[in-house]
């Protein structure tokens, strides 16, 4: 499987995506922030394949590359293309993503968010 990404992948660093995270976390919205959390703990698991690992890498770089085809600051739409990359990862990495990178990801999300609707998290979790 060709990666699409790859070119996004020397972006990505544990600090520069948790700081991207913290940074923009209301302006990207629970769902932008919860795929991208299911990804990176999916990638920190050893069970995870590197052709795999490879693949988030670049969907986590675009992720946090200042310039992608909608840009961040843009007021409502600007995390769309994001939202919709970081859903493309999820599903092709579904097998991935178990019950511990899940409990991992909320976690984080209520460190971050606090109390959150986890009806929010949903539509997320039905693509797993």
């Given amino acids: 499987m060709k990666n699409p ?3 996004y992948a020397d972006f990505f660093s544990e600090n520069s995506l948790l700081g991207k995270i913290k940074n ?3 302006q ?9 959390l299911l990804l990176y703990y999916a990638f920190t698991r050893k069970e995870t394949p590197v052709w795999a690992k490879n693949i988030i890498l670049g ?3 675009y992720f946090i590359a200042p310039i992608d085809a909608l840009p ?3 007021p409502l739409i600007g995390y769309t293309d994001d939202l919709g ?3 493309f990862g999820l599903v092709t990495l579904a097998c991935y993503i178990n ?3 899940r409990g991992k990801a909320k976690s984080k999300l209520k460190d971050w968010f606090g ?7 949903a539509e997320i979790d039905a693509q797993l």
């Fill in 99 to 101: 019950q511990e990178v």
């Fill in 72 to 74: 961040d600051l843009t």
């Fill in 115 to 121: 109390e959150y609707n986890e009806d929010d998290l």
């Fill in 85 to 87: 990359v970081l859903s």
């Fill in 28 to 36: 990207a919205g629970i769902k932008v922030v919860y795929s991208a």
């Fill in 59 to 61: 969907i986590l770089g």
């Fill in 24 to 26: 923009y976390f209301q």
């Fill in 5 to 7: 990404f790859k070119k």
